[in-house]
């Protein structure tokens, strides 16, 4: 089991920059990709990022290419999304995720999540 706890969620304004973290926790946690997803309501949690176990490889959705950078540090069981020139298309819930075996932007395919931090962007 690995577990998953996000912070750093915030009202950010419009250009401005956020990081958000993704503390994780139970099992050997650098030998899992991690993701992170965000979601608004009435609509399906899309992929944001994600990292290898070992971070040699991201992946970034079309839409946060330039913007947003994923990073971790396993000495730290943590995961890392720096946002950058946010938009107020970017308020959403963020979500971390963990898989053992897939890093890519497929949701299912991931087994730990975790609770989710607000970013509400104002203009």
């Known amino acids: 089991q690995v577990q998953l706890v996000e912070s750093g969620g915030g009202l950010v304004q419009a250009g401005g920059s956020l990081r958000l973290s993704c503390a994780a926790s139970g099992r050997t946690v650098s030998e899992y990709n991690m993701g992170w997803f965000r979601q608004v309501p009435g609509k399906e949690r899309e992929f944001v990022a994600s990292?290898?176990?070992?971070?040699?490889?991201?992946y970034y959705a079309n839409s946060m290419k330039g913007r947003f950078t994923i990073s971790r540090v396993n000495a730290k069981n943590t995961a890392y999304l720096q946002m950058n020139s946010v938009k107020t298309e970017d308020t959403a819930v963020y979500y971390c995720?963990?898989?053992?075996?897939?890093?890519?932007?497929?949701?299912?395919?991931?087994?730990?999540w975790g609770q989710g931090t607000q970013v509400p962007v104002s203009s």
């Open positions: 990292i290898t176990y070992s971070g040699s490889t991201t």
């Open positions: 995720a963990a898989s053992s075996y897939y890093s890519g932007d497929d949701r299912s395919r991931y087994s730990y």
